[in-house]
């Protein structure tokens, strides 16, 4: 029976983190792009995106790669990004991502051409290598990989998982990827081995209810951020309040009018008020339904901008 890859491979997905410094992990920059395994096949490249839909027809710059990889049989996991003075520019690669004409994918390609960020090796020679640790398999991936602009390895630092996220902070990049370098690779997984640090962001909210708790005392805030389309409920806020502020702020939501309930909202014990108060609330990211993740309060703001605590 002839070598074969398989037809589709899930890629290995990873949990949120708060950072951390680990001599037993890899740290490496979270590119801002679009997830893709590589498969080089008898010499045929295919090009498949996280939902395993093959979208080699967008990235006509990749073609010549089947010609200098050296080794047949391969999968690639990385990310597609479009680069601007060094950077990821999501916008640009949204409209690679969205185009379907074949003549205007060809004139991208030239005026926004793509990169190819390999993070992981799969397969190698037709070989599975998934089963070995992940130091290993990033080895082999750096002595298989050829010198090409469009395809290139994602580096990365060992321990100093503190100092790397600062300065992938600093140079306003999405966050870093902290990878247990023992780790197999785990297909359609979400796995512990892989952990993602992410800048935490900051809002300026609006109080729109409260949910009591015990003894008198409250359980968390409920907010709510003003758009262009109205405000937009973003959750409950809980982490953060301090004792004596909760009795404080307790007594002003109290004082104010009653407010609306959003109307696809459904929290038991809610009480809502009048969005008469404003606070800012840090979080780690929002969530597919408009909601923060990790949300933290941080003090009220007054009627001119500024933090009261």
Aim: proline fraction near 7%; glycine fraction near 8%; charge should be positive.
């Amino acid at each position: 029976m002839s070598e074969k890859l398989p037809e589709t491979i899930r890629p290995m997905l990873a949990y949120l983190s708060a950072p951390f410094d680990s001599p037993d992990h890899l740290y490496e920059v979270k590119w801002d792009g679009t997830r893709c395994l590589l498969f080089l096949e008898r010499g045929r490249l295919r090009l498949q995106n996280r939902r395993l839909r093959d979208i080699t027809y967008r990235y006509p710059e990749f073609s010549h790669l089947s010609e200098v990889i050296p080794q047949d049989g391969v999968v690639l996991d990385g990310e597609i990004v479009v680069l601007k003075e060094g950077r990821p520019h999501f916008t640009s690669l949204q409209e690679r991502e969205h185009t379907r004409s074949k003549e205007k994918i060809r004139l991208l390609s030239r005026s926004l051409p793509a990169t190819y960020i390999v993070f992981d090796l799969l397969y190698l020679g037709y070989k599975p290598l998934l089963n070995l640790p992940l130091i290993r398999r990033r080895e082999y991936l750096r002595k298989l990989l050829p010198q090409d602009p469009y395809l290139v390895e994602s580096e990365y630092v060992l321990n100093r998982g503190l100092d790397f996220f600062a300065a992938v902070c600093q140079r306003g990049l999405e966050g870093v990827m902290a990878k247990d370098i023992r780790s197999p690779y785990l297909p359609g997984q979400r796995s512990h081995y892989w952990l993602k640090f992410k800048p935490r962001g900051r809002r300026r909210c609006l109080i729109v209810g409260y949910i009591p708790g015990p003894k008198g005392g409250l359980r968390s805030l409920l907010v709510a951020e003003e758009t262009e389309e109205g405000l937009r409920f973003r959750g409950r806020v809980g982490t953060g309040l301090k004792q004596e502020e909760e009795r404080l702020l307790l007594q002003r939501l109290q004082k104010l009018p009653p407010g609306r309930p959003f109307p696809t909202v459904k929290i038991k014990d809610a009480h809502w008020v009048s969005p008469e108060l404003s606070c800012l609330v840090s979080y780690q990211e929002i969530t597919n339904k408009g909601r923060f993740r990790a949300p933290v309060f941080e003090g009220l703001v007054d009627e001119t901008g500024l933090q009261t605590r």
